[in-house]
Nanobody, 120 residues
């Protein structure tokens, strides 16, 4: 199993930036493909971005393409989500997820989430 802990959330003005981190512990981090999801109040959880175990493959939701960047540092067992040009509609709890299979929108392991609030 793998344990995931997100950090880096907070309050930011529209147009600003935040970088989320997800630290993994447990089994070998490099065996896991990683993803970020978000859930806004009253809405279903939605896919944001994913990165393959090697970092060589990435995919994004259309709503964040060109603004968000997912990356990973396997030496630090950490995956990141750099969020630029933030909009009020990006407000949500952001979750990190992991899975040994490359299915960008399907994961077995989840973190507890970190709140991101974007003010207008």
């Amino acid at each position: 199993q793998v344990q995931l802990v997100e950090s880096g959330g907070g309050l930011v003005q529209a147009g600003g930036s935040l970088r989320l981190s997800c630290a993994a512990s447990g089994r070998t981090f490099t065996t896991y493909n990683m993803g970020w999801f978000r859930q806004a109040p009253g809405k279903e959880r939605e896919f944001v971005a994913a990165i393959s175990w090697s970092g060589g493959g990435t995919t994004y939701a259309d709503s964040v393409k060109g603004r968000f960047t997912i990356s990973r540092d396997n030496a630090k067992n950490t995956v990141y989500l750099q969020m630029n040009s933030l909009k009020p509609e990006d407000t949500a709890v952001y979750y990190c997820a992991a899975d040994p299979n490359w299915r960008p929108r399907v994961y077995n392991y989840w973190g507890q989430g970190t709140q991101v609030t974007v003010s207008s």
